[in-house]
């Protein structure tokens, strides 16, 4: 309890006195959300470089990575963090589920126990965020224990957080059921594959970092 | 299996001479006795090897480690069953010196004292 608000109170003053430090922005969700291609195309826009591998196979992002000093500008406005992509939060990692999306045995056990050591180092580094962006992919149930249990934690630091529903050019996609299951918290819908609403994105990450 | 304070978690397994335990409470006994037996040797060693892969940054390997279950369980070679709820309770975990050169590392209780402390 003494860290959420010892944690509260640093984000408070930093901002009421506007330190120098970098905000460290982190992006936290369930594997293949779009955590690293929403990470990518920020870096894009506003780096001019990409920040890290993504592919269709979950648990792509097995490390955290760290890209510093991003400079976002709107108008006459601008912001400065440090972009923190994690790897994807989940209840079970089965080896399985790789070697069915066609990788080998072996490769699909290291990747298995890199995924879990992933979960293990994003929930270490959480209590180091200023602020959290929660990719969800807005074509799967959003009730789901892991979403539940990092909103909550999040909740309980109080750590200022932006619900990005992603993946809105899918057939699938239901952005009012992610607004619906998380009502407390603004839920931007985007498509960070391909922009989609990435203007609007930019806008609210303005608003929290602001 | 060992008991409770069983010289064992000191020295290392009598039977295999391994140094890895996994705390598991009195009621789960039963159903952990059944998986140790579905394990294969080479299984057991291969979740020895990803366990301190995991973890073993912070620990020191020829010395005797116990790990709580409730956490991070591992079925098999590459399956896991992670309870985020207690991960998220903790931060790192704590590693208890036994005696001159063993320690015991109880991810469980050493948290929920880390907690405390700070509380």
């Given amino acids: 309890m003494i860290k959420a608000f010892k944690g509260f109170f640093r984000r408070f003053f930093n901002k009421l006195f506007k330190k120098k430090k970098q905000v460290k922005l982190g992006l936290y969700g369930p594997p293949n959300g779009g955590k690293t291609t929403l990470a990518n195309k920020i870096c894009v826009d506003w780096l001019g470089e990409e920040m890290g591998a993504v592919s269709n196979i979950a648990h792509e992002t097995r490390e955290i990575q760290v890209k510093e000093q991003i400079l976002i500008k709107s108008g006459n406005k601008q912001i400065g963090f440090n972009l923190v992509d994690t790897p994807g939060i989940a209840t079970k990692i089965d080896y399985e589920d790789f070697v069915k999306a066609g990788m080998k045995e072996k490769e699909a056990k290291t990747r298995a126990k890199e995924a879990t050591k992933g979960v293990i180092d994003a929930i270490k580094w959480l209590d180091d965020m200023d602020t959290v962006i929660v990719v969800l992919d807005s074509t799967k149930d959003p009730y789901s224990q892991v979403n539940i249990t990092i909103i909550g934690n999040l909740e309980a630091r109080k750590i200022p957080v932006l619900v990005v529903a992603n993946k809105i050019d899918m057939k699938k996609s239901d952005l009012k059921k992610v607004q619906a299951a998380f009502p407390q ?3 931007i819908g985007i498509s960070a594959k391909y922009g989609k609403n990435i203007e609007a994105f930019y806008e609210a990450l303005f608003d929290l970092l602001g | 299996m060992h008991g409770d304070a069983s010289d064992a978690i000191l020295k290392g397994c009598t039977n295999c001479g391994g140094k890895l335990f996994f ?18 040797k080479k299984d057991k060693e291969q979740i020895e090897k990803d366990v301190y892969d995991i973890i073993g940054s912070e620990i020191d ?27 998220f309770k903790r931060k790192h975990p704590l590693i208890y010196k036994l005696d001159e050169g063993k320690y015991v590392v109880d991810l469980i209780e050493s948290f929920k004292k880390l907690s405390n402390k700070k509380d």
Wanted: hydrophobic fraction near 40%; avoid cysteine.
């Fill in chain 2, 23 to 40: 705390f598991v409470k009195k009621e789960h006994i039963e159903r952990a006795q059944q998986r140790t037996f579905d394990l294969t």
């Fill in chain 1, 185 to 187: 918290y603004k839920v």
């Fill in chain 2, 61 to 87: 390997t020829d010395l005797p480690v116990v790990l709580d279950i409730e956490s991070i369980n591992i079925l098999k070679p590459g399956k896991y069953e992670l309870d985020l709820v207690n991960l």
